[in-house]
């Protein structure tokens, strides 16, 4: 993690350096955290992840059809970036005996492949208690998905991170932390997911090793 976001052409500059230095390979490069100014329309955000993805490419990890690095891009609120940022990375390294490690893609409370989100998000504009509470719902079971198909559970994860600027008391007790999700304690971050009107989003990881920088 970086101490302060940085731009996302020089933070991609400081992870290539990084992973260099470590000898590793730029296709080590497995997931990033970035910040935005403020949620994306839909064309906004598609357009942003055309350009996103040609890091990927030139370093040799997306082909033109996947695209297999995990991402969140949330926007915080208060005191955002001036332009798109990179706040963290996780790249891969060799251990002998090491625990299996992961880092969950964020998600926000619409189902991945659709034409478009707005036509598909859970409770659309709805940020009563009930509302928030289904949103959630949907998101942890698709982190719940995530991970199951890797193998993993709530009981494995390191660290739990929610994004959202709605209150989240009325259901964390239910919802949550009763189904393990906080076992190392939940980071809330005062954030909004990346595309307007969205209102909640997660994202988890097993990580055993992390520093900032």
């Known amino acids: 993690m970086f101490g302060r976001p940085i731009a996302l052409s020089a933070g991609f500059r400081a992870a290539e350096g990084i992973i260099g230095a470590a000898r590793r390979p730029l296709t080590s490069f497995c997931a990033c ?10 064309t906004e955000f598609r357009s942003f992840n055309e350009s996103y993805v040609s890091t990927l490419a030139h370093w040799g990890i997306f082909d033109e059809s ?3 690095v995990a991402r969140s891009n949330v926007c915080p609120e208060l005191d955002p970036p001036s332009e798109v940022s990179l706040h963290a990375f996780s790249y891969t390294v060799k251990a002998d005996n090491a625990a299996p490690t992961f880092v969950v893609a964020g998600s926000g409370e ?5 034409a478009n989100y707005r036509d598909h ?6 940020t009563s208690p009930d509302g928030l509470r289904e949103k959630a719902r ?5 982190m719940e998905r995530r991970m199951s198909a890797l193998g993993h559970s709530w009981k494995d994860t390191t660290a739990v991170q929610v994004y959202t600027v709605h209150n989240i008391f009325s ?35 097993s990580i055993m090793c992390e520093r900032v920088i």
């Open 66 to 68: 996947s695209n297999p």
């Open 171 to 205: 259901f964390l007790s239910d919802e949550i932390v009763k189904r393990g999700a906080v076992r190392h304690g939940l980071t809330w971050h005062y954030n909004r997911p990346p595309v307007v009107d969205l209102d909640y989003e997660m994202d988890c990881r």
């Open 121 to 126: 998000i859970v409770r659309r504009g709805d």
């Open 110 to 114: 619409a189902p991945e492949g659709q």
């Open 138 to 142: 949907f998101v942890l079971a698709e």
């Open 33 to 42: 955290e970035l910040r935005s100014p403020a949620p994306f329309t839909e």
